[in-house]
């Protein structure tokens, strides 16, 4: 789950490369996802974490160079 700034709670699917490299993983609707990266300010994800739950990850993503 992903939220921008404090608007609604956006699901985005994700996925692991072909190559199945441990820790990566690509969002597959990028494009929406980075439509609205650009207008935010904060971004939160929540993941799952095996034996360990969930977890939100803040970032101040403001002024971010495009």
């Given at each position: 789950?992903?939220?921008?700034?404090?608007?609604?709670?956006?699901?985005?699917?994700?996925?692991?490369?072909?190559?199945s490299t441990t820790g990566l993983l690509f969002i597959h609707d990028k494009e929406e996802f980075i439509s609205q990266l650009r207008k935010a300010k904060s971004l939160k994800i929540e993941a799952d974490f095996y034996?360990?739950?969930?977890?939100?990850f803040e970032f101040d993503v403001r002024g971010l160079d495009w």
């Amino acid at each position: 789950m992903v939220r921008f700034d404090d608007s609604e709670l956006w699901k985005f699917d994700i996925g692991e490369p072909v190559e199945s490299t441990t820790g990566l993983l690509f969002i597959h609707d990028k494009e929406e996802f980075i439509s609205q990266l650009r207008k935010a300010k904060s971004l939160k994800i929540e993941a799952d974490f095996y034996q360990e739950g969930p977890r939100v990850f803040e970032f101040d993503v403001r002024g971010l160079d495009w």
